[in-house]
């Protein structure tokens, strides 16, 4: 069970925040395979998903259905792509705002 942080307050997708450190170090290992089956953007995508998901449940809400995978493997595509951690984090967030309708 993971050590709960009563100081900290989480909004929906800010998990993705969250996920930083961990996507850090994955980003640097090398991307073998083309599109997203290498080990690199399945791990960014497992801990992203998990983010996300804990994120949704901490705010008391629902998870979109789709919003986690979608999220995630924009978020693999864009380091992918060698965006950084925090530019795909912002570039994923607002699509997923937008698709899904959320608030901020």
Same mark, same amino acid.
């Given at each position: &069970?993971? *050590?709960?942080? *009563? !100081?900290? %307050?989480?909004? *929906?997708?800010?998990? =993705? =925040?969250a996920?930083a450190? #961990? !996507? /850090?170090? =994955?980003?640097?290992l090398?991307?073998? !395979?083309q599109?997203?089956? +290498? &080990?690199?953007?399945?791990?960014?995508?497992?801990?992203?998903?998990?983010?996300?998901? !804990?994120?949704?449940?901490k705010?008391g809400?629902p /998870? *979109?259905a789709?919003l986690?995978k979608?999220?995630c %493997?924009? /978020?693999?595509? $864009? /380091?992918?792509a060698?965006? #950084?951690?925090? $530019?795909?984090?912002?570039?994923c967030? $607002? $699509?997923?705002m937008?698709?899904f +309708?959320l608030?901020?």
């Amino acid at each position: &069970m993971a *050590p709960h942080h *009563p !100081a900290t %307050t989480f909004r *929906p997708l800010s998990a =993705l =925040l969250a996920l930083a450190g #961990s !996507a /850090v170090l =994955l980003a640097a290992l090398p991307g073998r !395979a083309q599109g997203l089956n +290498n &080990m690199r953007d399945q791990l960014i995508i497992h801990y992203c998903t998990l983010a996300v998901n !804990a994120d949704f449940t901490k705010a008391g809400k629902p /998870v *979109p259905a789709g919003l986690a995978k979608d999220t995630c %493997t924009c /978020v693999a595509e $864009q /380091v992918n792509a060698r965006a #950084s951690i925090a $530019q795909a984090e912002t570039i994923c967030k $607002q $699509q997923a705002m937008d698709r899904f +309708n959320l608030s901020p």
